[in-house]
């Protein structure tokens, strides 16, 4: 299997988070909306930005369940990203719009009905990111425990049938709309879904018609077997988090074989790698910034972060014990060697031959859970274009730190490099997800 | 129980229905949106309209399901009314937004989210219309049967206390926002729900902060024991269909009743009867109008409703046997006595008598589900100041025909009477729907 680019351009989905961004103590920055997490206004306004700039899609993770501890940091995810992206839907005109909803913990007639509502007032700008809720703490407000991996994916595989059965229910061309014959709709194109799964039933039918995109397309979140199985069955989007190369090109491979697999073609499948930022007009300038926002964060985690940084290089080192605003003393540089269990850990030996100071190696986001660029726009678009071209991806999933001003400063500074050098589209393909992804037409299950 | 309005306005609500109207083939009228369904800009574009007349809120009902034949009549409910709700929020500044959810086939925390959300969103603008889906063809869609009334009641109970247990679990003030001490929430203030019901159970907290009603009221729908019993325990406003003010009365009194057995005050209640019309510059106009709308009916369903007018004064009569456009011949007419079974029919006499033509005698609506005005906007008017300053009701939960010159017609023409009369706001109360309807602000459960 070949994995290449050539030719291509690469797809961007900007992830909404809550509304603050992937640092979840930039609310605090200057300049930044503190009150992001309510403000549509301000979340309208980001959108269109994003928009502006020709993102492919907005993509908002969701988990039915707060999941952080807010004393300090915003939310991980929207007081509702669906009823955020009505408004999104009514106030942008091509952005891709694409939401978790939990296949275990919605019944597929409310999902089918919502989301595809949401599609055809979009003008086929939906995408469904169809995740099973693995998180602690959800079962729990649905009156549940968490299930079994197998029975999670199993009743994942349902709802997306019941759901696309639904969402096929009500015929293409179904809806006539003659005034003078008096038909309102062709009920022979109706028909009832009829599904009846173990974990989910539902009759039907739905009475919504089709979107220009038909349906929304199906996303899938996250690595490990059963997940890439499931992708290579249903989805055509991919949000992956590989930390480097060699990962992400391992990750689109078995995407690609799984979508062989299910008798499909691995170009149906676009994987977007997660990806995190900072720009300033020089790195030492984003650097500042990283290091500013870490200092928002209790004593405590910095040191816990400490302690993490040398195990990732087979250390133990402690706050109390180094200077964090110095480089690591060269008795300690001499015992490092990389833990082969970190796919990060080569990041930091590289850091730490530097002579980065400890502060400074953790502002480059070392330990974060994405890659992490923290630099001038030319270092980001030097970044992406590195993996793009390598095949590694067919984009990006990027997490600005803070939407308030990240957002903007992508739009503006590398987006148009990634345009001149011929990686990134300049304007929307179409006005339908589908189109501008490049993935087919669908109606129905398949 | 004294029912009075004396000193009071009465309270207007706009159902919306799918957007269409009460007359479910008035999409064929000339001037009418055949696309309504779908078309959100015109949605808006009559939510804004009501707005402009100062009604206190946009009623929709709703059923997650089909429940009538489209062949040439448009759907009951809307594609999703909440997606509908976030575009109004955005798009209007002061009207309710009131929408059916269902207590039983609906996840507390999911209904509770979204609905919070809008409140928040809209500022403190959303009701909950709390019914516990009794149509037909509702439950196969959740994968079961209809359950008896007494076990939907119980959910209903247990639904309505979850969400409200949930709505409280963020209290007030919990969002801090201060950038200055770093703190994002006063995390003292937020709480388990640790609901535990029978049917439902939920664990929270729900990380949305209080809007400023608090929380969205409750609605209830509908007559019967059942209903007016959990009317007096949660409702803020009532949807009723009386078709007399004597019914009226005794509705309202049964709910002021309902209301103090829990310890609350009649006044907390708000009931709004249910009220269709067609508004013409005289009244043959708006008789004619009524007649088209008819004529668009299959001729199949004009004789059953022949001979179901037959069946409201004790006669027994086919299309076949008479001409629809003439009086009923005197022989017929001297067989004639009200059906005491239908409260409808002492309307339906009255019209005999004065020599209407059994066509006419339908199109001024005598068969419709609700009181039907079809007359001139000072008979309707003079309906409405009738009904409400005899006490028979807080309000109208008013229906035109068709929305898409009815509501126009209706705040242009007859808002400006009810107005000068006294009996109708001139402005806005306050931003939010409780203040509006003067309901009592609550937060969490009672
Ligand atoms: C980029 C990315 C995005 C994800 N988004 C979500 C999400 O929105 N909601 C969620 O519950 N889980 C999300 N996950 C978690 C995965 O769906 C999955 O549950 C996780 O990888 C654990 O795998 P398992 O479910 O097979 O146990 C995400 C994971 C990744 C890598
Ligand atoms: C004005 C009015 C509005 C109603 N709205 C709804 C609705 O939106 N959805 C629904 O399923 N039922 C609705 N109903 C039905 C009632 O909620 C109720 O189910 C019905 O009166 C039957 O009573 P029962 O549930 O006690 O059997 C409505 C009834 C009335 C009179």
Same mark, same amino acid.
Request: proline share 5%; charged share 20%.
């Given at each position: ?8 351009? &690469? ?89 978790? %909803? ?12 919502? &989301? ?40 994942? @595989? ?13 015929? *293409?061309? !179904? &809806? ?73 090109? &391992? ?32 790195? *030492? ?10 200092? @928002? ?71 974060? @859970?994405?890659?992490?660029? !923290? ?23 990027? %997490? ?42 669908? @109606?129905?299950?398949?």
């Amino acid at each position: 299997m070949t994995l290449s680019n050539e030719g291509k351009k &690469m797809i961007l989905a900007l992830q909404f988070v809550s509304g603050y961004g992937g640092e979840f103590r930039s609310w605090r920055l200057p300049g930044a909306s503190a009150d992001a997490y309510t403000n549509m206004d301000y979340q309208v306004s980001i959108a269109k930005k994003a928009e502006e700039g020709k993102f492919h899609m907005i993509f908002s993770a969701d988990t039915p369940a707060l999941t952080n501890d807010l004393s300090n940091q915003s939310p991980m995810h929207q007081m509702d990203p669906l009823v955020s992206f009505a408004a999104f839907a009514r106030e942008t005109n091509n952005i891709g719009l694409v939401s978790t %909803v939990s296949t275990t913990h919605s019944y597929p007639y409310n999902t089918a009905r919502t &989301m595809k509502t949401l599609d055809v007032m979009s003008g086929g700008r939906i995408g469904w990111n169809a995740v099973s809720s693995s998180m602690g703490g959800v079962a729990e407000n649905f009156g549940t425990r968490m299930l079994p991996r197998e029975t999670r994916y199993d009743m994942a @595989y349902e709802a997306i049938e019941a759901v696309q059965t639904l969402w096929g229910s009500f015929g *293409e061309g !179904a &809806m006539v709309l003659n005034k003078k014959t008096g038909e309102y709709a062709d009920m022979s194109k109706v028909s009832y879904a009829n599904y009846n799964g173990e974990y989910f039933k539902t009759k039907g039918p739905l009475p919504i018609p089709a979107s220009p995109q038909g349906q929304p397309p199906i996303f899938q979140a996250g690595g490990g077997e059963k997940g890439i199985e499931m992708a290579g069955k249903y989805a055509s989007g991919v949000y992956a988090n590989p930390y480097t190369i060699a990962d992400a090109k &391992m990750h689109r491979s078995a995407l690609h074989e799984s979508a062989e697999r299910h008798g499909r073609s691995g170009e149906d499948i676009k994987m977007l790698a997660g990806f995190m930022f900072t720009i300033g007009d020089t790195e *030492e300038e984003a650097l500042e910034r990283r290091r500013q926002i870490m200092d @928002y964060a209790p004593e405590m985690e910095t040191a816990q972060r400490v302690q993490y940084l040398g195990m990732m290089v087979n250390l133990r080192i402690s706050i109390n014990d180094i200077n964090i605003n110095q480089p690591l003393p060269q008795e300690l540089v001499r015992q490092t060697s990389p833990n082969m269990m970190d796919p990060r850990a080569e990041r930091v030996m590289e850091l730490i031959q530097k002579g980065l100071s400890v502060k400074d190696i953790l502002a480059h986001g070392v330990i974060n @859970y994405h890659p992490v660029v !923290a630099g001038t726009a030319v270092q980001v678009a030097d970044f992406l274009e590195k993996w793009f071209t390598s095949g590694a991806t067919d984009g990006f999933s990027i %997490v600005p730190d803070s939407l308030h001003d990240g957002v903007e400063k992508f739009v503006e500074q590398v987006i148009p490099i990634l345009q001149e050098r011929g990686l990134f589209h300049k304007d929307y393909e179409g006005p339908t997800l589908r189109e501008n992804m490049g993935v087919p037409y669908q @109606y129905g299950v398949r």
